[in-house]
């Protein structure tokens, strides 16, 4: 027996009429007749909202980041009012909705079932793909990837190289309804012309001289999901031709004959280079670049968000020293503002290799400091422009190394960097208060270990040699922070 499809009918109060029967024989029905819309189950397919009024009720758009691409039906009574073009935008705003007049007939199937629990990135989401969404540039690419994510609509991303377009598609993805689909990646620009057609669309068994048996190609093992392709400004016009045909026609031809195969694929394209340029240049067909241009996603170049910088070192300290089996460490926070001030050409791969260069070479220290990264200001200018404390032989911070077990995955500590003390001084001639001093000393040393570990007090304890609990009392006889909020913070 087939298993119907699962509606959910927010009433919002209003008698049903006994639709709900009505629908019964198309759709698993459910209602909730309270007063404010409820959650919906998870396992639900549509959710039909009464439209009692103008404008969404408050409590949706909380709900939106919990049932996320669910197809919504907005259902209207058949003697209300038209709704104004305002109060449908705000309504549209919300996610995939769709208008209609309630009545016996019952809602057809057909929008697209929702993609999970959530297709907006969390931060863990977000981190686990190297993504931070801090900066406006990055949060209207988010925004238009997870727009992108409810529909089958062909993408192209656009942007520099380095600057994480393989990683917004494969975010693209995860984000989408066939994200336990096959993911297939294809760089054009690394396969050579006369293999590239191939490659992408597959060959019947005795096609060419070393066709010994039949292959599907990249667009038939990404049936069902996506297909990333990324330089797509190299391909040569006769593959561009065959790429044009799968776009409109959604089947593939091998090479070597045989009927066309249907594939049922979402087609996200790549270019670190003008498109549009090498349309007028002639070497890149001009209807294949309409066909790809559906939504449009610009990468932004990391110089251009500067702000998410120390987020993604962060990002990148963590998982290069999982990667090589080394303590985690912690940046300093002179390092920050170092990082933030540089060009950085290669964008977000730069940066990555930088600290997994820095992390290598830095040995036990459980701390990276500005001398680590040195070679990136020998490389992207001079040492006196980039480096100016390390120019001038000021000495850096040197801290003992320690073993640390716990890492805080983001920077979040609300503690600011705090430059080093210095604590050599001379007894003035009327005397100091021995306590006093001891105490502005301690208070330095912790707000340093705090800033060092970015609030982790696990850490911060550690490089001080103190148990967590003695931190902690420290904290509240320091007035830096109330004990019960400590205990909760590591809890």
Not at 141 to 169: D, F
Not at 216 to 227: L, M, N, V, Y
Not at 260 to 268: C, L, M, Q, S, Y
Request: with cysteine.
């Amino acid at each position: 027996m087939t298993q119907l499809l699962r509606l959910h009918w927010s009433t919002l109060g209003d008698d049903t009429g006994g639709l709900e029967h009505r629908w019964a024989a198309l759709w698993d029905v459910t209602v909730d007749r309270g007063a404010s819309p409820a959650l919906p189950p998870r396992d639900v397919d549509l959710w039909v909202i009464s439209a009692r009024g103008a404008w969404p009720p408050p409590e949706m758009n909380r709900m939106m980041a919990e049932v996320a691409a669910l197809p919504i039906l907005l259902g209207l009574q058949p003697n209300a009012p038209p709704m104004d073009a305002k109060a449908l935008s705000e309504w549209g705003s919300l996610g995939s909705v769709r208008w209609g007049v309630l009545g016996p007939e019952p809602p057809m199937p057909g929008l697209r079932p929702r993609s999970g629990n959530t297709t907006q990135l969390s931060a863990t989401q977000a981190l686990s793909f190297g993504l931070i969404g801090t900066s406006p540039a990055m949060q209207g690419v988010l925004a238009r990837a997870r727009s992108a994510a409810a529909t089958r609509a062909t993408v192209l991303l656009l942007g520099e190289s380095g600057t994480g377009k393989e990683v917004i598609a494969r975010a693209i993805h995860r984000m989408s309804a066939d994200a336990g689909e096959p993911f297939v990646a294809v760089h054009c620009g690394a396969i050579p012309e006369n293999l590239l057609e191939s490659e992408l669309f597959g060959f019947n068994k005795g096609a060419f001289t070393d066709a010994r048996k039949d292959t599907p190609g990249k667009f038939r093992e990404a049936h069902g999901g996506t297909i990333f392709l990324d330089e797509v400004g190299t391909m040569p016009l006769g593959a561009q031709v065959r790429l044009l045909r799968v776009l409109q026609e959604r089947e593939v031809q091998p090479l070597g004959g045989g009927a066309p195969v249907k594939v049922d694929v979402r087609v996200v394209t790549a270019s670190n280079v003008d498109l549009w340029q090498k349309v007028q240049d002639g070497s890149f067909r001009e209807d294949l670049f309409y066909r790809l241009e559906v939504v449009p996603i610009t990468m932004p170049p990391l110089r251009t968000r500067r702000e998410e910088v120390p987020f993604l070192a962060q990002h990148f300290l963590n998982r290069k020293a999982r990667e090589h089996g080394l303590y985690p460490k912690a940046l300093h926070p002179s390092v920050d503002p170092l990082l933030m001030s540089l060009p950085w050409p290669g964008n977000v791969r730069q940066l990555e290799n930088a600290i997994e260069r820095a992390i290598v070479l830095s040995g036990t220290r459980p701390v990276l400091t500005r001398e680590d990264f040195a070679f990136l200001a020998e490389r992207m200018g001079s040492p006196t422009e980039r480096l100016p404390e390390l120019a001038a032989g000021a000495p850096t911070p040197d801290f003992t190394p320690l073993p640390i077990h716990a890492f805080a995955p983001m920077p979040t500590s609300a503690f600011s960097p705090t430059a080093p003390a210095a604590f050599g001084m001379d007894l003035p001639a009327e005397g100091m208060d021995l306590n006093q001093v001891v105490s502005d000393m301690e208070k330095t040393l912790m707000l340093q270990s705090l800033a060092i570990t970015r609030g982790n007090k696990k850490r911060a304890a550690d490089l001080l040699g103190l148990k967590r609990t003695t931190f902690l009392e420290k904290m509240k006889r320091l007035d830096l922070e109330d004990a019960d909020s400590a205990e909760a913070a590591e809890a």
